[in-house]
């Protein structure tokens, strides 16, 4: 798996999985916060599967990648 998320889309995703998944522990409680899962986890991995399906890349590329 070669990373295909950028740095800053990264943080992103984290804070933005951490925030959908504190739905299931505060605020309304809904199950639904269980969703926060995946951007979570694809934040963390730093891959994306339908990025790479798409053929999307928002990871910086050096010169030795170009």
Not at 3 to 26: D, H, K, P, T, W
Not at 33 to 59: E, K, S
């Amino acid at each position: 798996m070669q990373q295909n998320i950028g740095n800053i889309e990264r943080v992103i995703r984290i804070v933005a999985g951490l925030g959908i998944l504190s739905l299931v522990f505060v605020g309304p409680q809904t199950p639904w916060g269980w969703l926060g899962i995946v951007p979570l986890a694809t934040g963390l991995l730093g891959w994306c599967p339908p990025y790479a399906l798409l053929g999307i890349n928002t990871a910086c590329k050096t010169k030795d990648q170009a």
